[in-house]
Protein backbone atom coordinates (compact mmCIF):
# COMPACT_ATOMS: atom_id res chain seq x y z
CA UNK A 1 0.00 0.00 0.00
CA UNK A 2 1.06 3.32 -1.05
CA UNK A 3 1.80 6.70 1.26
CA UNK A 4 -1.12 8.99 1.80
CA UNK A 5 -0.43 12.72 0.68
CA UNK A 6 -0.34 13.74 4.02
CA UNK A 7 2.52 10.98 4.64
CA UNK A 8 4.21 12.00 1.56
CA UNK A 9 4.54 15.40 2.42
CA UNK A 10 5.70 14.90 6.40
CA UNK A 11 8.29 12.35 4.38
CA UNK A 12 9.35 15.07 1.73
CA UNK A 13 9.62 17.44 5.02
CA UNK A 14 11.85 14.72 6.65
CA UNK A 15 14.00 14.48 3.45
CA UNK A 16 14.66 18.10 3.42
CA UNK A 17 15.73 19.21 6.88
CA UNK A 18 18.46 16.17 6.39
CA UNK A 19 19.53 17.66 2.77
CA UNK A 20 19.79 20.78 4.92
CA UNK A 21 21.71 19.73 7.71
CA UNK A 22 24.12 17.36 5.81
CA UNK A 23 27.46 18.64 5.14
CA UNK A 24 27.22 15.34 2.24
CA UNK A 25 24.98 12.94 0.71
CA UNK A 26 25.52 9.88 -1.50
CA UNK A 27 22.51 8.30 -3.68
CA UNK A 28 23.13 4.85 -3.65
CA UNK A 29 21.82 2.26 -6.45
CA UNK A 30 20.86 -0.99 -4.43
CA UNK A 31 19.17 -2.87 -7.17
CA UNK A 32 19.88 -6.34 -7.15
CA UNK A 33 21.46 -6.58 -3.86
CA UNK A 34 19.94 -9.02 -1.19
CA UNK A 35 18.71 -7.37 2.21
CA UNK A 36 21.35 -9.31 4.01
CA UNK A 37 24.23 -7.05 2.53
CA UNK A 38 22.06 -3.86 2.44
CA UNK A 39 21.86 -4.42 6.59
CA UNK A 40 24.96 -5.07 6.94
CA UNK A 41 25.67 -1.83 4.93
CA UNK A 42 23.18 0.44 6.77
CA UNK A 43 24.98 -0.86 10.38
CA UNK A 44 28.37 0.66 9.18
CA UNK A 45 26.83 3.47 8.22
CA UNK A 46 25.19 3.82 11.85
CA UNK A 47 28.81 3.01 13.48
CA UNK A 48 29.93 6.10 11.58
CA UNK A 49 27.21 8.54 12.19
CA UNK A 50 26.08 8.52 8.52
CA UNK A 51 22.03 8.08 8.36
CA UNK A 52 20.88 6.43 5.34
CA UNK A 53 17.05 5.62 4.22
CA UNK A 54 15.45 4.50 0.88
CA UNK A 55 12.97 7.40 -0.07
CA UNK A 56 10.83 7.54 -3.56
CA UNK A 57 12.27 9.20 -6.02
CA UNK A 58 9.20 11.76 -6.68
CA UNK A 59 9.71 13.09 -2.75
CA UNK A 60 13.11 14.00 -3.17
CA UNK A 61 12.15 16.14 -5.60
CA UNK A 62 9.82 17.64 -3.69
CA UNK A 63 12.15 17.70 -1.03
CA UNK A 64 14.55 19.85 -2.63
CA UNK A 65 12.22 22.56 -4.55
CA UNK A 66 13.44 25.94 -4.42
CA UNK A 67 16.84 24.32 -3.71
CA UNK A 68 19.90 24.78 -6.18
CA UNK A 69 19.72 20.74 -6.52
CA UNK A 70 16.55 21.20 -8.21
CA UNK A 71 17.90 23.21 -10.80
CA UNK A 72 20.86 20.95 -11.11
CA UNK A 73 20.06 18.37 -13.79
CA UNK A 74 22.98 16.12 -13.14
CA UNK A 75 21.78 15.63 -9.78
CA UNK A 76 18.04 14.96 -10.28
CA UNK A 77 18.64 12.84 -13.45
CA UNK A 78 20.19 10.13 -11.25
CA UNK A 79 16.52 10.37 -9.09
CA UNK A 80 15.60 6.97 -11.53
CA UNK A 81 15.08 3.27 -10.35
CA UNK A 82 15.99 2.70 -6.48
CA UNK A 83 18.00 5.02 -4.62
CA UNK A 84 19.22 5.00 -1.39
CA UNK A 85 20.68 8.07 -0.12
CA UNK A 86 23.14 8.49 2.98
CA UNK A 87 23.46 11.81 4.69
CA UNK A 88 26.73 12.66 6.99
CA UNK A 89 26.20 15.18 8.93
CA UNK A 90 30.09 15.80 10.44
CA UNK A 91 32.43 14.17 7.90
CA UNK A 92 31.67 15.02 4.27
CA UNK A 93 33.79 11.99 2.84
CA UNK A 94 32.51 9.65 5.91
CA UNK A 95 29.40 7.51 3.13
CA UNK A 96 31.68 7.50 0.25
CA UNK A 97 34.28 6.02 2.15
CA UNK A 98 32.09 3.34 3.73
CA UNK A 99 30.90 2.45 0.30
CA UNK A 100 33.87 2.35 -1.51
CA UNK A 101 35.23 -0.38 1.28
CA UNK A 102 32.37 -2.20 1.30
CA UNK A 103 32.47 -2.61 -2.65
CA UNK A 104 35.94 -3.87 -2.67
CA UNK A 105 34.90 -7.04 -0.03
CA UNK A 106 33.37 -9.28 -2.43
CA UNK A 107 30.72 -9.51 -5.58
CA UNK A 108 27.89 -9.08 -3.82
CA UNK A 109 29.46 -5.63 -2.29
CA UNK A 110 30.07 -4.88 -5.37
CA UNK A 111 26.81 -4.34 -6.89
CA UNK A 112 26.26 -1.45 -4.63
CA UNK A 113 26.93 1.63 -6.74
CA UNK A 114 27.10 5.53 -6.13
CA UNK A 115 24.71 7.19 -8.48
CA UNK A 116 26.16 10.90 -7.16
CA UNK A 117 27.40 12.41 -4.11
CA UNK A 118 27.07 16.59 -2.92
CA UNK A 119 29.06 18.32 -0.86
CA UNK A 120 27.61 22.04 -0.48
CA UNK A 121 26.62 22.88 -3.58
CA UNK A 122 28.79 20.57 -5.39
CA UNK A 123 27.38 17.47 -7.64
CA UNK A 124 29.74 14.86 -8.31
CA UNK A 125 28.58 12.32 -10.20
CA UNK A 126 29.07 8.14 -11.28
CA UNK A 127 32.32 6.46 -9.98
CA UNK A 128 33.58 10.35 -10.11
CA UNK A 129 31.58 10.82 -7.42
CA UNK A 130 33.04 7.38 -5.27
CA UNK A 131 36.59 8.12 -6.14
CA UNK A 132 36.48 12.28 -5.28
CA UNK A 133 34.02 11.90 -2.12
CA UNK A 134 36.03 8.95 -0.67
CA UNK A 135 39.51 10.83 -1.54
CA UNK A 136 38.72 14.29 1.01
CA UNK A 137 40.17 13.46 4.26
CA UNK A 138 38.17 13.00 7.11
CA UNK A 139 37.63 14.68 10.11
CA UNK A 140 40.21 13.16 12.33
CA UNK A 141 42.98 13.32 9.39
CA UNK A 142 42.13 16.94 9.09
CA UNK A 143 42.66 17.09 13.20
CA UNK A 144 45.88 15.02 12.91
CA UNK A 145 47.52 17.50 9.59
CA UNK A 146 46.52 20.30 11.71
CA UNK A 147 48.13 19.22 15.43
CA UNK A 148 51.39 18.52 12.91
CA UNK A 149 51.28 22.35 11.57
CA UNK A 150 50.88 23.47 15.01
CA UNK A 151 53.59 21.12 16.66
CA UNK A 152 56.34 21.73 13.69
CA UNK A 153 57.07 25.24 15.22
CA UNK A 154 57.60 23.80 18.48
CA UNK A 155 59.59 21.05 17.67
CA UNK A 156 61.78 23.19 15.78
CA UNK A 157 62.24 25.69 18.59
CA UNK A 158 63.30 22.21 20.51
CA UNK A 159 66.09 21.22 17.83
CA UNK A 160 67.19 24.28 17.82
CA UNK A 161 67.62 24.54 21.55
CA UNK A 162 69.58 21.64 21.78
CA UNK A 163 72.04 22.35 18.41
CA UNK A 164 74.75 24.05 20.67
CA UNK A 165 74.69 21.38 23.37
CA UNK A 166 74.90 18.29 21.23
CA UNK A 167 77.34 20.07 19.28
CA UNK A 168 79.87 20.68 22.51
CA UNK A 169 79.04 17.11 23.34
CA UNK A 170 80.64 15.78 20.21
CA UNK A 171 83.32 18.01 20.26
CA UNK A 172 84.35 16.43 23.53
CA UNK A 173 84.01 13.83 22.29
CA UNK A 174 86.08 13.77 19.32
CA UNK A 175 88.82 15.42 21.49
CA UNK A 176 88.64 12.76 24.26
CA UNK A 177 89.31 10.55 21.22
CA UNK A 178 91.65 12.16 20.05
CA UNK A 179 93.73 12.19 23.29
CA UNK A 180 93.43 8.50 23.68
CA UNK A 181 94.33 7.66 20.21
CA UNK A 182 97.53 10.38 20.66
Given at each position: M?L??D?K????GE ?8 V????V ?8 T??D???R ?6 EY ?6 VVL??IE??S ?7 T???K?QT ?8 P??A ?6 F ?6 Q ?19 A???LA??P?KDE??A?LL ?9 L????N???QN???V??AYK ?6
Amino acid sequence: MGLSRDQKVAQSGEVRDRFSRAVSTVLVDFSGVSVGTITDLRARFRAAGVEYKVVKNNVVLKAIEGTSLADNKAFTGQLKGQTGIAWSYEDPSAAAKIIKAFRKEGDAQGKVLVKAGVVESTVFVGPKAEEDLAAIPGKDEIRAQLLAQLMAPAESLVRLLNAPGQNLALVLDAYKRKQEGG
